[in-house]
T-cell receptor, first 115, second 113 residues
Framework: EAGVTQFPSHSVIEKGQTVTLRCDPISGHDNLYWYRRVMGKEIKFLLHFVKESKQDESGMPNNRFLAERTGGTYSTLKVQPAELEDSGVYFC?????????????FGPGTRLTVL | SQQGEEDPQALSIQEGENATMNCSYKTSINNLQWYRQNSGRGLVHLILIRSNEREKHSGRLRVTLDTSKKSSSLLITASRAADTASYFCATDGDGNSGYALNFGKGTSLLVTP
C-alpha cells in the first residue's frame, strides 16, 4: 500500500512568487493534516481536514496560506505571495483518526526555500 | 502551548548500548506518539501509547507514560548504527480538533559502530 506522498520534494522560489504544494494521503484516510518545520524550530501544526472540510485551521500563520482539499482526496497548500520566513519543510500526514487512536502517517515533506 | 519537550537534545552512544530519551508535556493528552526522522527524510511513526496505558513495547522499543508527571520515555535497546536519527515525541488532545499533534524539538541520536 502506498504511503503519503508529497510533491514537489524541493521548491526554490523568489520572494513574492507563488508556490503550490501537493499531498496525496493514504487511500481511505479521511483525515489529512499539514505541518511545517521552520529551521531550528519545532514541527508545527497548520491545519486539519476531515474529508473536504477544514476541521481545524488554528495553526495557519496568515492569509497568505490557502489549503484546499476538493473532493476529499488530495490536498494542496498554496503560499501567495511567499515571504522569506516561509522557508522550511512542509509535511503532510493522514490518518483514520479513530476517536482514541490518532496514529498519523507522514509524507516525506516538501522543502521550500524562499530567496 | 508548547508540548513534547524532549530531553536530552543530543545523545551519542556506541552500538549495543541502550538509548533513553525523555519527553515532557504540559496539558492533558489523548495519545502520545514517538516518531523518527532520518536526515533529509520524512517522519516515521514508531509507536503510539494511549493516555490510559503505562507501558508499550515494539521490538527493541519500549515506551513508558506517566500522566501524573506528564512525561514519557523512549528506550531503544541494543542500539545499531541504523538507529542514528532524530526522535520526536508528539502529543494530541489539545487544540480545536483534538487531533493536531504537538511536537517537541527532538532528540538527535548518534550511534557509532
Amino acid at each position: 500500500e502506498a504511503g503519503v506522498t508529497q510533491f514537489p520534494s524541493h521548491s526554490v522560489i523568489e520572494k513574492g512568487q507563488t508556490v503550490t504544494l501537493r499531498c496525496d494521503p493514504i487511500s481511505g484516510h479521511d483525515n489529512l493534516y499539514w505541518y511545517r518545520r521552520v529551521m531550528g524550530k519545532e514541527i508545527k501544526f497548520l491545519l486539519h481536514f476531515v474529508k473536504e472540510s477544514k476541521q481545524d485551521e488554528s495553526g495557519m500563520p496568515n492569509n497568505r496560506f490557502l489549503a484546499e482539499r476538493t473532493g476529499g482526496t488530495y490536498s494542496t497548500l498554496k503560499v501567495q505571495p511567499a515571504e522569506l520566513e516561509d522557508s522550511g519543510v512542509y509535511f503532510c500526514a493522514s490518518s483514520l483518526a479513530l476517536a482514541d487512536y490518532n496514529e498519523q502517517f507522514f509524507g516525506p515533506g516538501t522543502r521550500l526555500t524562499v530567496l | 502551548s508548547q508540548q513534547g519537550e524532549e530531553d536530552p537534545q543530543a545523545l551519542s552512544i556506541q552500538e549495543g548500548e541502550n538509548a533513553t530519551m525523555n519527553c515532557s508535556y504540559k496539558t492533558s493528552i489523548n495519545n502520545l506518539q514517538w516518531y523518527r526522522q532520518n536526515s533529509g527524510r520524512g517522519l516515521v511513526h514508531l509507536i503510539l501509547i494511549r493516555s490510559n496505558e503505562r507501558e508499550k513495547h515494539s521490538g527493541r522499543l519500549r515506551v513508558t507514560l506517566d500522566t501524573s508527571k506528564k512525561s514519557s520515555s523512549l528506550l531503544i535497546t541494543a542500539s545499531r548504527a541504523a538507529d542514528t536519527a532524530s526522535y520526536f515525541c508528539a502529543t494530541d488532545g489539545d487544540g480545536n480538533s483534538g487531533y493536531a499533534l504537538n511536537f517537541g524539538k527532538g532528540t538527535s541520536l548518534l550511534v557509532t559502530p
